[in-house]
């Protein structure tokens, strides 16, 4: 168990161009989540997949907003068109759906920061 | 649909005494139920869980907290807190069919 990985650890655009970010979960977890945590606020839900399935996706997330997961294992997220507003720390987190009570295993996070 | 609710914002205490974080919940379906906390710059660390067996759960670092459907509550308690207990704390309910809500945090501060 390598924990979950996410990439890259920080990364600083400018307003209005693309960014994208990798998480990699815990190899034998079928459920992977977003979650997006501004300073001195909880993770607020972005979307989540079961395998390969994007099956909830929050108000939160704009259309510039996407997030995919393939072939159920790695996902990415990307944002288009950047604002100063998507500044914040985007979290990566995965369970095993099925199995009672399992919780989120996090990754370390990826910070942006929007000039 | 589920949610939660942490009651205090923050919290402070002294080196040496209790501590309650408070957290209710609100769920369609049996929840399970998570205390995770963040440590500053550091990423989120599960502390305990509760997933209807027994109603009183031990955690890590001396936390438990008691599930209480009758008042929809979870709250998190340590009889004596110590100065690495200062970090952000946040209450997690969960439901089979959905997605796991974070509450807004609790802030602990341990003054020596």
């Known amino acids: 168990d390598t924990g979950v990985s996410q990439n890259p650890r920080h990364k600083i655009t400018k307003r209005g161009q693309n960014v994208t970010f990798r998480c990699d979960p815990i190899s034998e977890h079928n459920r992977l989540y977003w979650y997006r945590q501004t300073l001195g606020q909880g993770p607020e839900f972005l979307t989540y997949?079961?395998?390969?399935?994007?099956?909830?996706k929050s108000r939160l997330l704009s259309d510039r907003f996407s997030a995919e997961r393939p072939k159920g294992s790695f996902s990415t997220l990307e944002i288009q068109r950047t604002e100063q507003g998507d500044s914040a720390m985007y979290l990566c987190?995965?369970?095993?759906?099925?199995?009672?009570?399992?919780?989120?295993?996090f990754g370390n996070g990826t910070r942006l920061t929007v000039t | 649909a589920q949610s939660v609710t942490q009651l205090d914002s923050h919290v402070s205490v002294s080196e040496g005494t209790p501590v309650l974080l408070r957290c209710n919940y609100s769920s369609s379906y049996s929840p399970s139920l998570f205390w995770y906390v963040q440590h500053p710059n550091k990423g989120l660390q599960l502390l305990l869980k509760?997933?209807?067996?027994?109603?009183l759960v031990k955690g890590i670092n001396g936390f438990e907290a008691e599930f209480k459907k009758s008042e929809t509550s979870f709250h998190l308690t340590k009889p004596s807190a110590h100065m690495s207990d200062a970090a952000e704390y946040f209450c997690?309910?969960?439901?089979?069919?959905?997605?796991?809500?974070f509450g807004a945090g609790t802030r602990l501060t341990v003054k020596p």
């Open positions: 987190a995965s369970s095993l759906v099925g199995r009672v009570g399992s919780p989120l295993h």
């Open positions: 997690v309910v969960s439901d089979p069919l959905r997605d796991m809500r």
């Open positions: 997949f079961q395998n390969e399935a994007q099956l909830e």
């Open positions: 509760y997933t209807s067996a027994a109603t």
